[in-house]
């Protein structure tokens, strides 16, 4: 199951990639060209080519007239996989539980310096749920021309690159292509502004919009200085931890516009562009990172994960928890032996030590979603949710759990998760948004003991939809931190009994018979 998806996914990016190995589309004067030196190549042939047997052979003529053919054919064929490509290629980036989510990064140049300008940089969180957790963003880009920048306020440059032509004022970065982070929390008042200093952690918008947004200053140097001098820099990337954002051109938008705090005055910036970068899980992941398993009252089977659902090529598993104690003591000494870390900045995830290590499992995943159907009543029913953390080198701080079912339009209680509706097309309510409660379970531990959160969802029926038979009760779609877990195959759904089994049937009328003659001696002797 997991192979099949797989290669399904990375059809698009087989595709996209043998285009641009070829070259893409070519220009209309070398088709027209093509064009009349086939329809010239037509004409010259006969109508009807003589017939060849083995007294009279002509190769040559067969030879031209398979050469047209295959010239005939080849532009159909590139026309089809151009198609292919473009409609695939877009489909990979799109999420149908979230069409219009996105991360908009949005530049306002607020004042002019000698030689460039100040910009306010806006990272807006537009995806219902899918955050940035630690050890956060990275922005970069590449300078259209030879600016350089001088100093920045919320974020910094990890590096500063060559800036040796500078003899007197130090640029912050030299780098064509330089790479900006944001602050821990806790830098100086004076190096802070609104919406930064968090770690590069961004919350989903569906569940915390105030903390959806994350903000720094910058200077830039050897820029222009007026709208028409200033170019936009150019081939923009965004890490949120890790790979699977794609970030289009960025495109001069009207000023944005400004209040004051009174409210009473409006100023704008000098000049305003906007990126767009929207998410692919096959660009992030090659396999899914979470899988979902089933469990009913009325049957005793348990659906598990799928064997080996999140891929178990090269993964490094612990057995026990004295297995990972020893396995993350070995691998942080020699990580901290070839790479030191100032003490004052160990609290912060590193990239390269943030490498999973997880527990040994059939499925390989690092967190599994369990939903359990566990009681029915006469109005309603009710299920519980149980997401489970195999991962011993994290802990997912501010989670979000979405699933798809069509009852969730009729949620009457959530126990010990908070919820919210993802309405994305119209009246269609069919998928909640759930996460953990501040400062109670909006922690997903690492794994071990205490490495899960779970809750129950009381749902009312509706007459005409609700049924427990052919798995109606299990979600259609489960996703984790934003990423689409794998679900088991439909076929392995547990089943609703049809009825009793024989021997049980024996059973209880024998019982009931043997009940009917005690209770019918009792009433002889009284």
Known sequence: MAST??????????????QLETGGTRDRKAEALEDSGRQELQLSLP?????????????DIARVLCRSRREMELPNAAALVLVLAATLSVAVAYDPLDPNGNITMKWD??????????ATVTINNFQMYRQIMAPGWTVGWTWAKREVIWSMVGAQATEQGDCSKFKANLPHSCRRTPAVVDLLPGVPYNQQIANCCRGGVVSAYGQDPSASVAAFQISVGQAGTTNRTVKVPKNFTLLGPGPGYTCGPAKVVPSTVFLTADHRRKTQALMTWNVTCTYSQHLASKYPTCCVSFSSFYNDTIVP???CACGCDHKTCARTDRDSKRLMSASGKSAVAAHPVPVAARGHVNRQSAAPLLQCTTHMCPVRVHWHVKLNYHDYWRAKVTVTNFNYRMNYTGWTLVAQHPNLD?????????????????SINDTALFYGMKFFNDQLMEAGPYGNVQSEVLMRKDDTTFTFRQGWAFPRKIYFNGDECLMPPPDSYPYMPNSAPAAASALSLVISSMAAVVA????LMA
Do not use: Q, R
């Not at 140049?109 to 100040?118: A, I, Q, R």
């Not at 009729?410 to 119209?426: A, C, H, L, M, W």
């Open 410 to 426: 009729n949620i009457t209680e959530v126990f010990s998760f908070d919820y919210k509706p993802v309405v994305s097309y119209g």
């Open 305 to 307: 994960c799928a064997k």
């Open 109 to 118: 140049v607020m004042s002019w310096t000698p030689d460039g300008y100040v």
């Open 47 to 59: 109508l009807k080519p003589p017939a060849l047997d083995e007294h009279h052979h002509s190769p």
């Open 520 to 523: 019918f001696l009792a009433l």
């Open 5 to 18: 998806m797989v290669t399904s996914m990375e059809m698009p990016e087989k595709i996209v990639h043998a």
